[in-house]
């Protein structure tokens, strides 16, 4: 059944942003949703063919609605809600490549058991 009024938090919950609507709440009321651009509160209605920025830990995503559900079902179902943009696939992945890039290479804690096991063949490789 389809419905008309769906509140903002009620969608991301069904559409699986968050785990339940006390969190999608929560993030809400913290900043971390907007729309066209703007902070929104938790009542808000939302319509096909809204546009939403949502970040989540270091990922911000931006979506397109295109259709309103009240009910959390499938992921596969929940994806069928929204549209993520070209520009926001892009960027997601530009920022994911810059954060392993920025990884250290090098760390600053004892090697383990196996890590030392395959230094040490190695370093037997390079001497033979």
């Given at each position: 059944m389809p419905c008309s009024d769906v509140r903002l938090d009620k969608w991301l919950w069904a559409a699986r942003f968050h785990k339940t609507r006390s969190l999608a709440k929560a993030a809400i009321d913290s900043g971390h949703v907007r729309?066209?651009?703007?902070?929104?509160?938790?009542g808000k209605n939302v319509q096909p063919g809204m546009r939403l920025r949502i970040?989540?830990?270091?990922?911000?995503?931006?979506?397109?609605?295109?259709?309103?559900?009240?009910?959390?079902?499938g992921a596969a179902?929940?994806?069928l809600l929204y549209?993520?943009?070209?520009?926001?696939?892009?960027?997601?992945?530009r920022a994911a490549?810059?954060?392993?890039?920025?990884?250290?290479a090098v760390s600053d804690e004892r090697p383990t058991k196996k890590q030392r096991r395959d230094l040490r063949r190695f370093k037997s490789m390079l001497s033979e």
């Amino acid at each position: 059944m389809p419905c008309s009024d769906v509140r903002l938090d009620k969608w991301l919950w069904a559409a699986r942003f968050h785990k339940t609507r006390s969190l999608a709440k929560a993030a809400i009321d913290s900043g971390h949703v907007r729309c066209a651009g703007e902070r929104c509160k938790a009542g808000k209605n939302v319509q096909p063919g809204m546009r939403l920025r949502i970040r989540q830990g270091h990922s911000e995503i931006e979506i397109d609605v295109l259709a309103l559900s009240e009910q959390r079902r499938g992921a596969a179902e929940a994806r069928l809600l929204y549209v993520e943009t070209a520009a926001s696939m892009e960027q997601r992945e530009r920022a994911a490549l810059a954060r392993q890039l920025a990884a250290p290479a090098v760390s600053d804690e004892r090697p383990t058991k196996k890590q030392r096991r395959d230094l040490r063949r190695f370093k037997s490789m390079l001497s033979e």
